[in-house]
């Protein structure tokens, strides 16, 4: 400011250009350079570069640059950063960086390792989902199985749940006729009654024979698509993915081994409560927490998975399952791209990310690589999640959300709020549909006069729910 004021004086034009401080992120970033030995300084540094390098000529546009080179970036490199060491640490000779979260990460890890001594590790990537791993280790159909068939996500319907096992209502319209699941019923929520009726007709005559002879193809394409991978190969390797419970690793990992592989170990960002297993044929580790053994960096947000599987989207749709083509086992994919990621700003994400670490100087005479990120990790993810302004809000919010494994409901994470919802929610006495993943974010991108609206709702629907209480 002090130069802007004598080059005024001396009659010299002068325009003020903020953008070169540091942003919130930056700074929490820079609070926590002694404890990082100076590795979280350097990110700071190459989150200002990108920002200050990279166009993004809209506000929201540049919210989404912003967000994703100080908090989705930093974040992310941090883990990659403990992947690589410990995958060095164990002897690892490949990594499998399994879809679609799996595509970014591995973009990061090859660019890291060009500036890591003595990394000597193949980096490779495994189409693969929850859907075409797990039908894979299916070879019964008993509890353990209808219970990852009808867990109750996303839609919720007759049509989701058999996709998980590759089937539609038409294949078994008979059977389902049979227990009162007739055709304008397949796409609507089930009802206790009605899955209990699906869970029975799963488990008897031709749907369970469909179900166990879909789930033989499904394997033996899947261990000819590993063999091709060289995943069968001799050497330590590993696999990773950013959220779960391990379950669809540990399917992978099951067909693998029989077939001659080496026990694996699998890597997660964060392993979810219910992780527990009956049979483990992989070692698992996590970076940033792991909550059933309440260990980590637990709870900074409601649902961690709402950042970093939104920012780990891949840019090619769910996989189906594998198929021969001339040969060579390739993947069958639900849609060449991933649309919805990419209208909503995927590759300005991805262009972040990438200008972040190609400016991050990792000096091991100046930083220790080594350090552990994982505090300034938490605290810059919980300072935009509780925090976000209007442009942060309405750049993520727009990020797209795969309810259902199946891939069959997508939606955006949060939408600015409207009168009607308010009204809606004081009738509900809750938050309407649209705002429950991120009611913050939501808040922060409606207009002032709707957040006045909102803020009034809330006190009055806490004053009905206390007089109903009384009255009760």
């Known amino acids: ?17 903020e953008q070169a401080h540091m942003n919130r992120y930056e700074k929490i970033l820079e609070t926590h350079s002694v404890a990082t030995d100076g590795l979280t300084s350097v990110m700071a540094g190459a989150s200002r570069m990108t920002r200050l390098t990279v166009d993004a000529p809209s506000p929201v546009q540049a919210a989404l640059r912003d ?26 000779r490949r990594l499998y960086f399994v879809s679609r979260d799996g595509q970014i990460l591995l973009d990061i890890a090859r660019r890291l390792s060009q500036n890591i001594a003595g990394l000597d590790i193949e980096l490779r990537y495994f189409y693969g989902s929850r859907q075409a791993l797990r039908i894979a280790g299916l070879r019964a159909i008993d509890d353990e199985a209808l219970a990852w068939i009808l867990r109750r996500t996303g ?94 690793l540990n399917a992978l990992a099951h067909v693998v081994v029989e077939a001659g592989a ?46 970093i599987e939104i920012a780990c989207a891949g840019d090619h749709g769910l996989v189906l399952g594998y198929s021969e083509r001339e040969g060579q086992i390739v993947p069958v994919l639900k849609a060449e791209q991933n649309s919805a990621a990419i209208d909503a700003g ?27 990120v994982r505090a300034a990790s938490a ?21 797209p959300v795969e309810t259902d494994h199946a891939g069959l409901s997508v939606r955006p994470l949060s939408q600015p709020y409207t009168a009607g919802d308010v ?42 729910r206390t007089m109903f209480r009384r009255w009760s």
């Open 423 to 464: 009204i809606l929610a004081i009738r509900q006495l809750r938050h309407p549909s649209h705002g429950r993943l991120w009611p913050q974010g939501s808040f922060a991108a409606s207009s002032d006069l709707q957040k006045l609206l909102i803020r009034i709702g809330a006190k009055l629907a806490r004053s009905l």
């Open 379 to 399: 605290e810059i993810i919980r300072t935009f999640w509780y925090n976000p302004d209007r442009w942060e809000a309405l750049a993520w919010g727009a990020m």
């Open 67 to 92: 967000l994703s080179a100080g908090v989705i970036a930093p974040v992310l490199v941090g883990y990659v950063l403990w992947l690589l060491r410990r995958a060095k640490r164990l002897g690892l």
């Open 262 to 307: 080496v026990t694996p170990t699998a890597f997660y960002f964060q392993l979810m409560q219910g992780g527990e297993q009956t049979a483990d044929y992989c070692q698992r580790e996590a970076y940033f927490c792991d909550e059933s053994r309440q260990w980590g960096y637990i709870k900074v947000i409601p649902d961690l998975t709402n950042i």
């Open 155 to 248: 839609e919720r319907s007759v049509r989701s749940y058999l996709a998980r096992v590759a089937l539609t209502p038409e294949d078994i319209r008979a059977s389902l006729f049979e227990v009162g699941l007739n055709e304008p019923d397949w796409s609507m929520p089930l009802s206790e009654k009605s899955h209990k009726a699906l869970s029975d007709v799963l488990m008897r005559g031709a749907p369970a024979e469909m179900i166990l002879q879909r789930a033989s193809d499904s394997r033996d394409l899947l261990i000819r698509y590993a063999q091709q991978e060289n995943m069968l190969d001799a050497g330590e390797w590993g696999l990773v993915d950013t959220c779960g419970r391990g379950q669809m």
């Open 346 to 372: 995927l590759g300005l994400l991805r262009q972040s990310c990438a200008t972040f670490v190609d400016n991050l100087v990792l000096n091991p005479e100046a930083v220790r690589v080594g350090a552990d």
């Open 1 to 17: 400011m002090v130069d802007i004021l004598a080059a005024q004086k001396a009659g010299v034009r002068t325009e003020y250009f």
